[in-house]
Every structure is written in C-alpha cells, then in structure tokens.
C-alpha cells in the first residue's frame, strides 16, 4: 500500500476548477438565438430627416411597409426587394418650393435589408445608368431625378418631380439622412 502524499490532493484541484466552472454556466442565463436575432432586426435604425433638416417645406408622415405589406407599395418590384432579404420600408413626400413659387416634390423611400450586401445589390439593380457620385456622401449617385445611397442594411432611394430634375433638392434629403445615419 502506498502513502497518501501532500501532492495527491492537489492533482484533484484543475477537476474542482473545471466542476466549478461547469456549474456557474450552468447557472446563468442563456440568450435564446432566435431571439437576439429578431431583436436586432428589429433595432430601429435611421429614419427619414424631417423636412427641415432636409431642407423642404414640409414633409408627409412617413408609411411604413414589411414584408408582408411591401406588395401595397410597390407591387411589380417586390419580388426583388424580397429576394434581396427586405425587412422594412418607410416612404414619404418632401415638398420644396423654389425661388419664384415653383413646387418639388420628392419621394422618398428607405429600406432595410437584413443584410449590407441585400441593400447594395437592390442600389445596383436601380442605380440609374447616368447616374454620378455625390460629393460628399459616401455609396450615393444621382442624376438628375433620381438618388440612391447605401449604409449598411440601409437602402435609400428619392425620386424628384419637377421639370428639369431636382438634383439640388435630393442631394440635401441625402445628406440629412447620411448624418442622421452617422450617429
């Protein structure tokens, strides 16, 4: 028979720490997956600028579209919107009023994508192909009646109304919402 040494216990003690340190994960609280996941889809994100800070007149209260919901906005294009991984949509109307009385109307449309990547590939789908960069707002082109821009899972896009286009009046919506976004 052999005599227990003071060095037998302590090859116990890294079995103890590894007992120990099972239980206390056993005991805290786990996240369901599921969950985190639809809470983050769900954060909410930049919205649209209101119409000061966009520069118009006025603004209309923003719609809000889902996937389900997306169909009564914009019918025919959906499918693709979908496809791209589309969670939500907010839509308004900004109202200018320029010098000498002649009104503009801009839409304004943002979606959120549940990944960057859907939002970039619906802003290359509908860049329009005379479309240029916009100086000092990072992933945005314009031409003259239509802007896009991309931030993350956000896509926006704004449609002018006005004879001659609006360039002026898209980019100054786009720049609200790129410092909107940046914070």
């Known amino acids: 028979m052999t005599r227990l040494r003071l060095w037998h216990p302590l090859l116990l003690l890294p079995l103890a720490?590894?007992?120990?340190?099972?239980a206390a994960r056993g005991r805290a609280t786990v996240q369901d997956p599921a969950a985190v996941l639809l809470a983050l889809r769900s954060t909410p994100g930049p919205g649209l600028p209101d119409a000061a800070a966009g520069g118009a007149a006025k603004r209309s209260e923003p719609a809000a579209y889902?996937?389900?919901?997306?169909?009564?906005?914009?019918?025919?294009?959906?499918?693709?919107?979908?496809?791209?991984?589309f969670q939500r949509c907010l839509a308004a109307s900004y109202g200018f009023v320029r010098d000498g009385g002649a009104a503009v109307e801009v839409d304004a449309?943002?979606?959120?994508?549940?990944?960057?990547?859907?939002?970039?590939?619906?802003?290359?789908?509908?860049?329009?192909?005379?479309?240029?960069p916009v100086a000092g707002i990072a992933d945005a082109w314009s031409d003259a009646s239509t802007l896009v821009a991309v931030r993350g899972a956000d896509y926006l896009k704004l449609t002018a109304f006005a004879e001659g286009g609006a360039r002026r009046e898209l980019e100054e919506i786009a720049r609200a919402w790129a410092k909107e976004a940046a914070r």
């Open 66 to 85: 889902d996937r389900k919901t997306l169909y009564e906005y914009i019918d025919g294009a959906a499918e693709g919107y979908l496809a791209r991984g």
């Open 17 to 22: 720490a590894v007992a120990g340190w099972v």
């Open 109 to 132: 449309e943002l979606y959120r994508f549940s990944q960057a990547r859907g939002a970039r590939e619906q802003l290359e789908a509908e860049r329009p192909a005379a479309a240029n």
